[in-house]
């Protein structure tokens, strides 16, 4: 079976390294180049964090490469209530056994789909546009030219987790967002924050199991132990909302999507606004910009989930 192939540009926390770990063992896609950002982290910290989850996860080794170390107009603030101070839950992880590639992520982004068939190559963001927006900015026609692109990006149809209206990816660079909506592309999914909530939630069950199914699924839960902490205040129980994983799943197993319809989407860049970085979601379907998928069948997407962190 030919494998469809997949950039994931990341800001690599402790989410993120789960859902790379997954893509990373699904036998029908190949990821042929990882790009890490600031968001969750620094880009410094989100490429070390990466490489030590491509050596836990021992599966194969994609090249990594560098890209944006800051918002395109907004001051970097990051998520170390979320994910600790170095995103991975503040283990103590340092492994100098992998390195990045020399070149710039956002330049090898360009150079990588400049080179490919058209619509070979799918891509997928766990952290924040900013990117993706640089590839718009230089090059717009690329993004086109790409397959699916798949961002965990918006709060959808509830609440948001960095403020009561806004989602973290697309708060920590609105601008980023804004850019890559303008471009008006066919291609362009959501997975919005609100997916990952609901049955899709991992509860104290899923997560005795995954700390006892194998190394890396321990791993995992090992390193979202800050988000953890941070959810037994706010829901009043052992339990992991996570987001980049159902982004992930719900691009390499669309199966589990039960929600998806398009939208004219914009987002609010009034930063002295209480809505600021939300995303404006109107039903215009003429002028649609974006997939919105809201909703995933959580017995699916756990079921995937942990089949892939066996």
Known sequence: MKKRKLIIDTDCGSDDAMAIAIAL???????VMFTTLTG?????????????????????YPPV????DRPLKREFIGASDTHGEDGMGDLGLVDY??????????????????????????IVTLGPLTNL?????????????????FCMASQGFGEGNMSEFAEFNIFQDPE???????????NLYFVSWDACLGECILDEEDIDELNKMSRLSNFMIRCNRQLLELNRKRFEEDCLDMADPAAMIAYLNPEC???CRKFYCNVMLKDDDPHYGELLIEDDIE????YLVSRLNGEIYKRILKERLK
């Open 65 to 68: 490469y560098v890209g944006e």
């Open 133 to 149: 927006s640089k590839v718009a900015m230089k090059r717009p026609e690329l993004l086109r030219k790409a397959g699916k692109i």
């Open 40 to 60: 969750n982290v620094s880009s410094r910290q989100a490429t070390a964090n990466l490489l030590t989850t491509l050596k836990v996860s021992d599966s194969y």
């Open 257 to 259: 999507i039960e929600d």
């Open 25 to 31: 063992n699904d036998p029908a896609y190949e990821i």
């Open 176 to 186: 980023a967002c804004q850019i890559v909506l303008e471009q008006r592309l066919d």
């Open 287 to 290: 002028k649609a910009n974006v």
């Open 97 to 122: 056994s992998l390195m990045p590639e020399k070149g710039d992520g956002v330049e090898k982004i360009i150079e990588t789909l400049d080179k490919s068939e058209e619509g070979s190559i799918d």
